[in-house]
């Protein structure tokens, strides 16, 4: 179960989204395990993931909050076809050091 984020921390994650890509988009095989698994995985490396509906668009607003349910996050928000999760990491993990030039070099 998610712990109660106040409605700072609410601001702040949604601003953070506004940042973000999508990382995963919902195809034609919908919530699918391995789609769900993919998401779970993600959420050991990152606590905020944007998700878009290129598929499922007439159901996304019961999807969303079943995405969320499903990956034990929290839906920060759902503007267009577009849904932001979130799940904070457990105590013990080790964030990745953020860049300080923005985005790191492939």
Known sequence: MQSELNN???RKLKAQAQLLEPMFKVGKAGLSE???KSIDEAFAHHELIKVKFVEFK???KTLGPALAEK???????QVG???VLYRRKPAGAVQPPETAGG???E
């Open 34 to 36: 391995g789609f769900i």
């Open 8 to 10: 700072a921390e609410i």
């Open 103 to 105: 985005e790191a070099g």
């Open 71 to 77: 990956t034990s996050s929290r839906l920060i928000m």
């Open 58 to 60: 007439e159901e996304k």
């Open 81 to 83: 076809n577009v849904v």
